[in-house]
């Protein structure tokens, strides 16, 4: 395989998108140091001395697809009119950026693969959770006692819940039985929508 050859200076973006690419096609089980160094055309080595281990490569590719997925969202919800359209928009943006890019997607949650403290890795996940719990907010701004923090905190739970278990219901095809019928087919969009509406 012909790989591009990357510009000097960009080797570590040149191996991110490797990476990425090798995810598309091999899963996160075919993301090697190797693999990755082949696939970017680098040495064995420039992984390592980019990203130190493939920890470190899985979490700053999860760092990029995070950074993606905010700006996926926050696109959403800027173009609705009101909180609760903005947090609808906000669920409907989760599940079609997972639907998109389902390798990166599922690693951006594999936690056992990832190394949460790293900088550029924290930051985006705790952008991701800033805007859904915002949004949550937004979309019930009844004043809140400190009996009542539980009931924020689930709010902010079942939104989440309802979209990642969806996500990952559909990218395994589980809910196949439910949207393929003998005499009828759901858009799985149009359902989750219907989801998102009721209350």
Same mark, same amino acid.
């Given at each position: 395989m012909t790989t591009k050859p990357y510009h000097h200076g960009a080797l570590r973006e040149a191996l991110l998108v490797a990476a990425e690419r090798l995810i598309k096609r091999d899963g996160v089980a075919g993301l090697t140091l190797r693999a990755a160094a082949r696939e970017a055309g680098a040495s064995h080595a420039?992984?390592?001395?980019?990203?130190?281990?493939?920890?470190?490569?899985?979490?700053?590719?999860?760092?990029?697809?995070?950074?993606?997925?905010?700006?996926? #969202?926050?696109?959403?919800?800027?173009?609705? *009119?009101?909180?609760?359209?903005?947090?609808? !928009? /906000?669920?409907?943006?989760y599940v079609e950026f997972a639907v998109a890019n389902p390798g990166l997607f599922q690693l951006m949650f594999r936690g056992e693969r990832l190394d949460p403290s790293r900088p550029a890795l924290r930051r985006a996940m705790d952008e991701a959770f800033g805007q859904l719990t915002a949004a949550v907010a937004a979309a019930h701004p009844d004043p809140l006692s400190e009996r009542d923090a539980v009931i924020a905190a689930a709010r902010v739970t079942r939104a989440w819940t309802m979209v990642h278990g969806y996500a990952m #219901?559909?990218?395994?095809g589980r809910l196949? *039985?439910?949207?393929?019928?003998?005499?009828? !087919? /759901?858009?799985?969009?149009?359902?989750?929508?219907?989801?998102?509406?009721?209350?």
């Amino acid at each position: 395989m012909t790989t591009k050859p990357y510009h000097h200076g960009a080797l570590r973006e040149a191996l991110l998108v490797a990476a990425e690419r090798l995810i598309k096609r091999d899963g996160v089980a075919g993301l090697t140091l190797r693999a990755a160094a082949r696939e970017a055309g680098a040495s064995h080595a420039a992984p390592k001395n980019h990203f130190d281990d493939l920890t470190g490569l899985l979490s700053e590719l999860a760092a990029v697809g995070f950074e993606r997925f905010n700006n996926h #969202l926050r696109s959403a919800a800027s173009a609705e *009119p009101n909180e609760q359209a903005r947090l609808n !928009a /906000i669920g409907v943006a989760y599940v079609e950026f997972a639907v998109a890019n389902p390798g990166l997607f599922q690693l951006m949650f594999r936690g056992e693969r990832l190394d949460p403290s790293r900088p550029a890795l924290r930051r985006a996940m705790d952008e991701a959770f800033g805007q859904l719990t915002a949004a949550v907010a937004a979309a019930h701004p009844d004043p809140l006692s400190e009996r009542d923090a539980v009931i924020a905190a689930a709010r902010v739970t079942r939104a989440w819940t309802m979209v990642h278990g969806y996500a990952m #219901l559909l990218l395994e095809g589980r809910l196949t *039985p439910l949207l393929v019928g003998d005499s009828y !087919a /759901i858009d799985a969009s149009v359902l989750l929508k219907v989801m998102l509406e009721i209350e």
